[in-house]
T-cell receptor, first 109, second 115 residues
Framework: LAKTTQPISMDSYEGQEVNITCSHN???????ITWYQQFPSQGPRFIIQ???TKVTNEVASLFIPADRKSSTLSLPRVSLSDTAVYYC??????????FGTGTRLTVIP | GAVVSQHPSRVICKSGTSVKIECRSL??????MFWYRQFPKQSLMLMAT?????????EQGVEKDKFLINHASLTLSTLTVTSAHPEDSSFYIC???????????FGSGTRLTVV
């Protein structure tokens, strides 16, 4: 299983762009990279998934370099409601998910 | 989108009693569901994988006789915490894969407090 490493915490002011980078050096050829968001006392929520290059949806962008050993979640113009824990996961064909430490993002007014 | 419904959201039980937590996939079938436990300020820890029609697979260190898992249908998995003790107090979360490119869907979690 590919282990992921992320910063434990980050702070950002409202309205700024936030980039959270995750390293996954042992990612396998068939693995996808998925990011989840978790608020206190709630289950994680899917944000975005990608395999390579760039993926964008209505809430975030995901940048994956050619070697795929890292990925960066980009949240444009964060608001207070984006304060949460963000998890980077490598999804394998083994059909299970192991969560790393996650990044606790705090958005400051 | 795909929804996983988890009940109850909160439960308080006395030490020594058993508690059942239900996890239902509302609009898709799930042959496999996953159960996690999360302590305050910590990450999710996978406890077991629930397989429809067969025995669950438990992660190392998880007592299968204490955490009974039943996956009797393609839309329902249950986790029963037997003979609960205060150290079992935690946040329990289930998940399933609805397929497609939207990752896994998680239940809203169950806060178990054993007194």
């Amino acid at each position: 299983l590919a282990k992921t490493t992320q910063p434990i915490s980050m702070d950002s002011y409202e309205g700024q762009e936030v980039n959270i980078t995750c390293s996954h050096n042992n990612i396998a050829t068939n693995d996808y990279i998925t990011w989840y968001q978790q608020f206190p006392s709630q289950g994680p929520r899917f944000i975005i998934q990608g395999y390579k290059t760039k993926v964008t949806n209505e809430v975030a962008s995901l940048f994956i370099p050619a070697d795929r050993k890292s990925s960066t979640l980009s949240l444009p113009r964060v608001s207070l409601s984006d304060t949460a824990v963000y998890y980077c996961l490598v999804e394998t064909g083994a059909n299970n998910l192991f969560f790393g430490t996650g990044t606790r993002l705090t958005v400051i007014p | 989108g795909a929804v996983v419904s988890q009940h109850p959201s909160r439960v308080i039980c006395k030490s020594g009693t058993s508690v059942k937590i239900e996890c239902r996939s509302l609009d898709f079938q799930a042959t496999t569901m996953f159960w996690y436990r999360q302590f305050p300020k910590q990450s999710l820890m996978l406890m077991a994988t629930s397989n429809e029609g067969s025995k669950a697979t438990y992660e190392q260190g998880v007592e299968k006789d204490k955490f009974l898992i039943n996956h009797a249908s393609l839309t329902l998995s249950t986790l029963t915490v037997t003979s609960a003790h205060p150290e079992d107090s935690s946040f329990y979360i289930c998940s399933a894969d609805p397929g497609g490119y939207y990752g896994y869907t998680f239940g809203s979690g169950t806060r178990l407090t054993v007194v």
